[in-house]
């Protein structure tokens, strides 16, 4: 499948592109480097490719505002960039009234490693289990490849499993509701697939929905060709073509290696990787993997050896990005020294922030940027378990742990006492500790507050600049005044960067908690309301 | 320190224009608001600058506070997102089109321009909206505003006349030419409770309740629709004073976005969205305009309208509290008689005389012999 080739009119001009990208890595390929045309008037281009940031909205077939990255190439489609969003071509009865009622025993939201691995463990344990993924196959960002492409090795035999285990998976699922039923003893979840409205009863509720990049404001930040670390390494994993690129890594984290490793392996000349924690933090925290985790060390200096020749820069970071129109530079500092360095490519991330909003609006307790849950997995909320990065981010093999323990809970067939349980529990507590030591090992460093000044643009959706989002005095009154996180991303960009810049906590999280059409919102809640009036007839 | 003129309590469209207007006037001024300028009803509200008239009162305060809003146009900066967008008041069947003509005669009367579309004149002026409906009014001199953004402004011109603003200071109690906040009793000359749907906290007695109310917002979709677009059904539903109910209103802002409402309920200070009545005003709006289906909605909020019994604001003398002043109870029309409001209240405070008679207003109305509440 992914051999094939598909047929595309781009801008009205036919061209092909490789079956099974997605629409931002084909538009990638065909040399275009930009999607969409911001509230300021800037050509703007992938910046996360995960789905979060909303920058490469394109109009397909008619629909304006779709994302390119979530949106796989289909034979004869029609895709459009740097267009005017006019309301859609089609119909609009296909939005309205075509809800899928669905019931289960299990929902879990999230098809990376802790969804997969609590769908199978709750299926397993005999639960009807419903897995709602948003992306186009299982795997979470990690396991992201192009449609119809083979799952990598450490995944595959999960996937198989979860073939295996009878719990059903609905793809390119995009929840953007949930609440208590009524009368109480369940969950509601709507989500939107393609052209259908699913309104999803479930008796418990495993939230998976893994961690977003961290980015942090600085001027340039919008020219097309600078990203996220992740977001490079996702656009690639898509099928974008990155041989021949000058690219530059920057950021902090773990993270970085791997984008590197990616970008070294998809052929960009990989000029340095500028990581903004100290070396002697490295140092320690290399000391403390030696000792305590021997195989997280050996991971790291293999993706480091896939790019030995390039220079690996402790203590800087980016300063800015120049370019007319497009990339053509970045400049990096220490604080002290400020070099520039051409590139096309800036793959730029600090780190990972867990996905909350879905545990917000279920009213679970959260602290320090996580979900807080029990030794089971269980929130605050009774009947939702949360899983892997929800939880704090801590990687592939706490997920995995996390999720199993989950779902075996959401199914009701926990046994705390079992060997495998207590291997599960292991895993799990070495790798929150772990995951501690890096936080600090990569905190952001103060000074990162001060890349951000100057007339740099805070919110991309709205293009609220720096000085207008400084005057105010808190996320509401900048939201208000600067539109700063009024746009389709809901604040998931500059909420973070917001919180690290002025220590401003987000605003309330209301549902949609992602984009929907109101054909949908007056369907699947109608659909609640006449569920609701039917259940309390049956009642009375 | 000296004592100011006036305290001003709550910095909302109402709070703001009553100083506006007072520091205009020559009075010291200090606004005080629990929270931030234009954070509380304001925030939630749609900003249609729109003449009523469903008594002559309403009509006589709604038309000068257009006229009002229509003469700062010029100086309104771009944060604030005026449009002269008139408004579309829908008929959907041939009993309304008799609705259209008597608001018509009303509004002609008082000399505000308005023009009578029919069916085919309906379609031509919004292309989006269903076959079918009959006609509507069009009152061409309707505005919009983003009305936190024109508190700010609003504020602002205060602060050049030497107003001064704390925020985030809650005012606890009001007495006597006198508040008292966390840091302390604060004296003035007066003082003008325009506290929103908070009011009736400040001045037990004061007949104002929450009316909640949901807005949806789109994503941008420019040229989609130009008027504010609100149903004639809207006279019928809007004023009923039982439970829940609905009324299409969509308005295009100046970002492209399209802004769509109405619902109405009296549930007190519950924030939470109400899907089912969120769902029967999306489908209310269907009816009008099944275009807007597929409308990616961006972002769902609520807000509570400060009603009174008789939709009329509360402007003028509290006279059981000396030196207390009432701007409150603009229920869904803070924004258009903002500045009406704030030009009778100051009126009164000099002791000039108003261009419209400002009794029908006056928050004793409730006392009066014959008060209806």
Redesign the interface.
Same mark, same amino acid.
């Given at each position: 499948m992914t051999s094939g080739r598909v047929r595309l009119r781009l801008n009205g001009r036919s061209t092909e592109a490789e079956a099974g990208v997605t629409v931002a890595a084909a538009l990638a390929n065909a040399g275009m480097a930009g999607c969409r045309i911001s509230?300021s008037g800037e050509v703007r281009a992938p910046l996360c490719a995960m789905g979060v940031c909303w920058e490469c909205r394109v109009t397909v077939d008619g629909?304006?505002?779709v994302r390119a990255c979530m949106t796989v190439v289909r034979d004869g489609m029609e895709v459009e960039t740097l267009a005017?969003?006019?309301?859609?071509r089609?119909t609009?009865?296909d939005?309205?009234g075509n809800v899928e009622p669905i019931s289960c025993d299990v929902a879990v939201v999230g098809g990376g490693p802790a969804g997969v691995a609590a769908a199978c463990r709750a299926a397993e344990s005999g639960a009807r289990v419903v897995l709602l993924d948003e992306g186009p196959a299982p795997g979470g960002q990690i396991y992201r490849r192009r449609s119809g492409e083979a799952a990598p090795e450490a995944f595959a035999s999960w996937l198989d499993r979860l073939n295996r285990s009878g719990a059903s998976v609905v793809r390119g699922a995009a929840v953007y509701?949930a609440?208590a039923s009524t009368p109480p003893g369940g969950w509601r979840l709507s989500a939107r697939a393609d052209e259908r409205v699913l309104a999803l009863a479930a008796a418990r509720v495993v939230l998976a929905t893994g961690a977003r990049e961290r980015f942090l404001p600085f001027p340039g930040w919008t020219l097309p060709g600078v990203m996220g670390a992740a977001g490079a390494q996702a656009l690639w994993k898509s099928g974008a073509r990155l041989a021949g690129r000058v690219a530059v890594v920057a950021g902090t984290g773990p993270l970085l290696l791997a984008a590197a490793a990616s970008l070294a392996k998809a052929g960009a000349r990989l000029e340095l990787v500028a990581e903004q924690a100290r070396a002697r933090s490295l140092a320690r925290l290399a000391a403390r993997l030696g000792a305590s985790s021997p195989a997280r060390l050996v991971e790291a200096a293999g993706y480091r050896a896939s790019f030995i020749e390039t220079p690996y820069l402790p203590g800087w970071w980016v300063a800015e990005a120049r370019g007319r129109g497009t990339l053509e530079a970045v400049v990096l500092t220490d604080g002290e020294r400020v070099v520039e360095v051409p590139c096309d490519l800036a793959a730029v991330g600090y780190g990972l922030v867990p996905n909350l909003e879905l545990p917000v609006l279920l009213g679970c307790e959260t602290r320090r940027g996580a979900a807080v849950v029990t030794g089971d997995q269980a929130s605050s909320v009774p009947g939702i378990f949360c899983a892997g990065e929800t939880c704090g981010v801590a990687g592939v093999e706490v997920a995995m742990a996390e999720g199993e323990i989950a779902g075996a809970a959401a199914a009701q067939a926990w046994r705390a006492g079992d060997t495998n349980s207590r291997r599960l529990v292991r895993v799990r507590d070495t790798g929150r500790r772990l995951a501690l030591a890096m936080d600090r090992a990569f905190a952001l460093r103060p000074e990162l507050r001060g890349a951000a000044s100057g007339d740099a643009i805070v919110c991309r959706c709205e293009d609220a600049s720096f000085p207008a989002v400084a005057r105010c005095? !808190?996320a509401?009154?900048a939201k208000?005044?600067t539109r700063a996180g009024? @746009?389709?991303c809901?604040g998931r960009v500059c909420g973070p960067a917001l919180e690290f810049l002025f220590g401003w906590d987000s605003d309330t999280v209301?549902?949609?908690v992602q984009?929907?059409?109101? !054909?949908a919102?007056?369907?699947?809640?109608?659909a609640?309301?006449a569920n @609701?009036r039917k259940t309390s007839e049956e009642s009375a | 320190m000296p004592h100011p003129d006036l305290i001003v309590v709550g910095a909302g469209i109402v709070g703001a224009a009553c100083a506006a207007e007072a520091a205009a006037a020559g009075l010291s001024v200090e606004v005080l608001d629990s929270g931030?300028a234009?954070?509380g009803t304001t925030?939630a509200a749609m900003g249609h600058v729109v003449v009523m008239d469903d008594s002559e009162a309403q009509l006589a305060l709604t038309a000068l506070s257009r006229r009002l809003w229509t003469e700062l146009a010029s100086e309104l900066p771009a944060?604030c997102e005026d449009e002269r967008t008139g408004t579309l008041w829908i008929a959907a069947d041939e009993d309304e089109i008799e609705l259209v003509r008597r608001k018509a005669a009303v509004h002609r009367a008082r000399g505000i321009a308005v023009e009578e579309l029919d069916a085919a004149a309906l379609r031509d002026a919004e292309p989006?909206l269903r076959e079918g409906l009959a006609g509507a009014l069009r009152v061409p001199d309707d505005r919009v505003v983003y009305p936190?953004?024109a508190a700010?402004w609003l504020l602002e011109r205060a602060e050049a006349r030497d107003a001064v603003r704390r925020?985030?200071e809650p005012v606890a109690a009001i007495g006597d030419r006198r508040v008292e906040t966390a840091s302390g009793t604060r004296h003035a000359g007066a003082v003008v409770n325009a506290a929103g749907a908070a009011a009736a906290a400040l001045t037990p007695g004061l007949p104002v309740a929450p009316r909640k109310g949901h807005l949806?917002i789109?994503?941008?979709?420019?040229?989609?629709c130009r008027h504010q677009l609100v149903e004639l059904g809207y006279l019928k539903s809007a004023h009923g004073r039982s439970s829940e109910s609905v009324a299409f209103n969509l308005q295009p802002r100046r970002?492209?976005q399209m802004l769509?409402g109405s619902s109405r309920e009296f549930v007190g200070l519950d924030a939470r969205?109400n899907?089912?009545l969120?769902?029967?005003m999306?489908?209310r709006?269907?009816q009008y305009a099944?275009?807007?289906?597929?409308?990616?909605?961006?972002?769902?909020?609520v807000g509570f309208r400060p009603a009174t019994p008789d939709n009329l604001p509360l402007v003028g003398r509290w006279e059981t509290v000396p030196g207390l002043w009432i701007a409150a109870g603009h229920e869904g029309l803070g924004v258009t008689t903002a500045l009406g409001t704030a030009r009778l209240l100051v009126d009164a405070l000099l002791g000039r005389t108003s261009e419209i008679d400002p009794s029908p207003y006056s928050p004793m109305r409730a006392f009066a012999p014959g008060g209806h509440w």
């Open positions: 509230a629909e304006p505002h005017a969003p006019r309301a859609s089609r609009p009865d939005a309205v509701d609440f005095a !808190g509401r009154e208000l005044a009024m @746009g389709p809901q209301r549902p949609p984009p929907a059409t109101l !054909g919102l007056a369907a699947a809640d109608d609640v309301a @609701g | 931030f234009g954070g925030a944060s989006m936190p953004n700010r925020e985030r949806v789109t994503d941008r979709y420019p040229g989609f970002t492209g769509l969205i899907r089912p969120r769902a029967r999306i489908g709006a269907l099944p275009a807007i289906a597929r409308l990616s909605a961006i972002r769902t909020w």
